[in-house]
């Protein structure tokens, strides 16, 4: 029903006598932003991007986009997404008629004549229409033969959206924009979801009798209704049930709507497909993440981008992943991981920041307040605590004592640190790159390791301890330091004293 990442056709063939027209032309004023509206983002794709991807299912013969307010990134996002569409520029005259008039001069025609299959027209900011609904529309609108069938909603809050006015035989008469409408008008919550089909011949014909004579000067397509109607031609309306399908987003409250529903949407697909998914009103999912049965997402979890989450995986609480492969398995707590690979059974965090390049082998572990970059560490390999990994490879087995540190930038250039198979570290050590660790070799702690080591060798670099009796009640007289030191002192006296006697 909601299968928005389907990527094979519905149809077997494309249907030629279907064109689709995508409306992206305007400027989203009330966004208040910079970016064209239609670029912004909801479950990690842009609003026109789910609305190519709902277009693809229906095969259409073309697919029209209508570009003009910074044309040129529009396009480009456009045609990155789909290289099928074909891009049309609006011209000055405003409004969604202009647009779908320009869209129509770019299908082809028979004989001289302009396209006269059956255009549906949909807007760049109603992200959430699926596939199947426009099926239906489509249909519907084939069989009764209507010059144009829209879509359309009730809803409690009508408010920016066209109405739909019907006659008293209860059908459609016109449709009157929120600007233009009377107050009884205004009341009606009947709304026009901006989708539409239309048989292309009227379609031209009443296009180029609309005006721009309204509250907005724009040339209205709600207007083509109107004229089909004062002519007698049939107008027919499907009204969805589930108003969710139809939100227009125009601001960025109605952005954050969208997005909500569409991340409800994606959660219970996955449930469906078999993931255990705690609290879905916390948990992301972009449209292009993929989880197999039995993941279980626990609260606060973001699942981002290409990530792809194995069988009997545990993500979470407080994870992010980002373009991330994590195996089957795999436990990633309060974690934040960007083009990472996590291995089967590895284990993560909490509190682990995995940056791009990092590669944990199957049943590894990167733990506790750990940071890893550009690095590979083997198969049941440990950087359990408190470390800071980058330019490393590491092989199997290993296990670096907490605090270790890979010093990988001498300030000009990064360099590469290598540590073998089975090599235990000491605590607190630092590998200051380029430099190497044999297999099976040990470090002591607090070794910093500046030269190669051979397999099989412990490296030691830190002096032998020596302790310079005295030094604090004689270098710092008068602190509480100082006092304690001359209690300890005293005390031992009396023991020693004692034991003489
Ligand atoms: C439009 C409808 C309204 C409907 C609502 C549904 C008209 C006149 N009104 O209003 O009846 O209830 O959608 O969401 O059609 N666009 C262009 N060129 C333009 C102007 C707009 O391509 O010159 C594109 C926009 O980029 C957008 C879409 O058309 O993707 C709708 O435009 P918008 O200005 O948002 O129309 P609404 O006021 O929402
Ligand atoms: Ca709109």
Redesign the pocket.
């Known amino acids: 029903m909601t299968n928005t990442t389907a990527s094979e056709p519905i149809a077997d063939r494309l249907d030629e006598s279907l064109a689709i027209v995508i409306?992206?032309?305007?400027q989203?004023t009330r966004m208040r932003s910079a970016l064209p509206?239609?670029l912004h983002r909801i479950g990690g794709r842009p609003l026109v991007g789910h609305v190519l991807d709902t277009a693809r299912d229906l095969a259409p013969g073309h697919v029209v986009v209508?570009v003009?307010h910074e044309r040129d990134q529009v396009a480009e996002a456009v045609t990155g997404i789909s290289d099928r569409v074909v891009v049309v520029d609006?011209d000055e005259v405003?409004?969604?008629?202009?647009?779908v008039e320009v869209a129509l001069a770019a299908l082809p025609g028979s004989d001289g004549r302009g396209f006269d299959g059956d255009v549906l027209v949909l807007?760049?900011?109603?992200p959430l229409l699926d596939a199947d609904t426009l099926i239906s529309l489509v249909r519907d609108h084939r069989a009764s033969h209507a010059a144009i069938t829209l879509l359309s909603a009730i809803v409690d809050d009508p408010s920016?959206?066209?109405r739909v006015i019907r006659g008293v035989d209860g059908a459609v008469e016109r449709?009157v924009?929120q600007k233009d409408a009377s107050a009884a008008e205004a009341a009606v919550t009947e709304?026009?979801?901006?989708v539409y089909v239309f048989q292309g011949a009227p379609l031209r014909a009443y296009l180029a009798r609309v005006g721009t004579d309204n509250a907005q000067g724009?040339k209205?397509?709600?207007d083509v209704v109107g004229l089909a109607r004062s002519e007698g031609l049939p107008v027919a309306a499907s009204v969805v049930t589930d108003v969710s399908l139809t939100l227009?987003v125009?601001d960025r409250a109605q952005l954050a709507e969208a997005g909500r529903l569409l991340n409800a949407r994606t959660v219970r697909r996955w449930q469906l497909a078999g993931a255990t998914i705690q609290d879905p009103a916390t948990t992301w999912i972009d449209v292009t993440a993929e989880l197999a049965p039995d993941v279980t997402v626990l609260p606060n979890s973001h699942i981002l981008r290409a990530t792809v989450v194995g069988s009997g995986a545990i993500i979470g609480p407080d994870t992010t992943l980002e373009d991330c492969e994590v195996g089957e398995g795999a436990t990633v707590r309060r974690t934040d991981a960007t083009l990472a690979v996590i291995g089967a059974g590895a284990n993560v965090g909490p509190f682990a920041y995995l940056r791009p390049g990092t590669v944990l082998a199957a049943k590894g572990k990167i733990g506790t307040f750990v940071e890893t970059k550009n690095s590979t560490i083997g198969e049941g390999s440990k950087v359990p605590h408190l470390s800071y990994i980058g330019d490393t490879t590491i092989g199997r087995g290993v296990n670096l004592g907490a605090g270790a540190i890979t010093a990988n930038y001498d300030d000009i250039a990064k360099h590469r640190t290598e540590i073998g198979d089975e090599v235990h570290s000491g605590s607190h050590n630092v590998f200051v790159a380029p430099v190497r660790i044999g297999d099976g070799a040990k470090t002591g702690a607090g070794a910093v390791i500046r030269k190669d080591v051979p397999a099989g060798a412990l490296a030691l670099s830190v002096a032998p301890q020596r302790n310079v009796e005295g030094w604090v009640e004689n270098h710092r007289p008068g602190t509480a330091a100082a006092d304690a030191a001359a209690r300890a002192r005293s005390a031992q006296e009396a023991v020693d004293g004692q034991e003489e006697a």
């Open positions: 409306l992206a032309a305007g989203g509206k239609v209508v003009r609006q405003p409004g969604t008629g202009r647009a807007s760049g900011d109603v920016g959206y066209g449709i924009e709304i026009n979801a901006g724009e209205y397509l709600t227009g125009n």
